[in-house]
């Protein structure tokens, strides 16, 4: 619920901020659609929901085909969650993976971020790694 | 890995939703536009409150300023009002010609200037005698100023001279008006002048340093000095040496 809620925050106010302020909240819906595929072994019907709404605002809101992460992105994603939960290792490695890789992708979908990169406009995606290990903390891998 | 249904089920319906966009882009097109439009209203009420609140903050900034802009006005026009009273001092030396022209006085306190003569040094006494006296129109308690400063007042008139007794003096004493409130004040034979107390008396006085306290006479305000504080008593700090070359007697009406 919480995700969700925050979903629909970071959708309704992209655009109204700064172009630095504008990447961060897309960092976060990446994040967020990762941490929900990446967060367990078994995947839960919610959090494929919960993917599928964050992706599927990604793609509204950076116009790329609808639904394609959602069906094309998952199966690598996927295989990706059956090395990174059998491996055991401890929570803050799997939450700089899912920050990692959300900073690749995103990079990958806006390349002016690495001619542009400003470390002072992106400090504060840092805090999104600390909300990544306070989720995985309370609802990560059981 | 995947031993959920409604999963499968999921991305089934997703499969099929992402196929039927990408054969009609035009269906995409327009759940796109829907989006946006809905995005949009949602936002509305976020931008009215944030509209609010930056008017708020921007009234309260103005408001700050403004208070700001104001003291500062009232500072100046003090200021101004200072050099008001010292031109019009400065005026009064051209009484003479004014008569020549308007056949009446200047509409001002006239004011006469006049020489020292003897002790110049106010070593004993702090009061000198000047080089006119009743002949020239001087009276008994006028101001002897320099600029708009007090230096004393006439404590004795003669024909051709007259004594005049300082404000460092300790029989000079005055009603000062400082803050828009009055005190007594009198000489202490040093820099300064005391504020009179009467006995047993609680009174508080609310100065702060370098406040400025004048004295009305007619329509002129001439200033005595400056507050200060000595023992944590509030004085009235004057000049320490008087400059005594260019004093001028104001003269009552």
Known sequence: MTR???????FISYGNFSYSINNLILLTLINIAFFSLLRDKNLNYKDYLIF?????????????PLFISSVVLIIPIILFNYVLNNLS??????????????????SLLNTQIITNFLLSDYLLSSLILIFTYAGYTNYGKK | MINNKKVFILYIVCFFLFVTFFIFPNLSNNTRLYSFYLKEKIQEPFFYINLNITNSFHIFKEKK??????EELLKRNEFLKNINNYLRLLTTKYNDQYKVFHNTDIPIPKSIGVKVIGDRNLTFNKSFIINKGSKNGIEVSNYVIDGNEIIGRVKT????????????????????????RSYIVTGTNNDYLSFLRKKNSAQEYSFSKDQI????????????????????QPIIYTKYNFDLDNLRVVLND
């Open chain 1, 52 to 64: 599928i709404s964050c992706t599927f605002f990604i793609e509204i809101l950076i116009n790329i």
């Open chain 1, 4 to 10: 969700l809620i925050l979903i629909f925050f970071l």
């Open chain 2, 157 to 180: 008139v003669y024909s051709q001279s007259a004594d005049v007794v300082t404000v460092k003096s300790l029989d000079y004493g005055e009603e000062v008006i400082i803050n828009g």
């Open chain 2, 65 to 70: 300023d403004l208070l700001k802009e104001n």
């Open chain 2, 213 to 232: 306290a004048i004295v009305k006479n007619n329509s002129l305000n001439l200033i005595l000095g400056k507050i200060n504080f000595k023992d944590n």
């Open chain 1, 89 to 106: 290792m401890h929570k803050i490695f799997n939450c700089l993976i899912i920050y990692i890789l959300s900073i690749i992708t995103l």
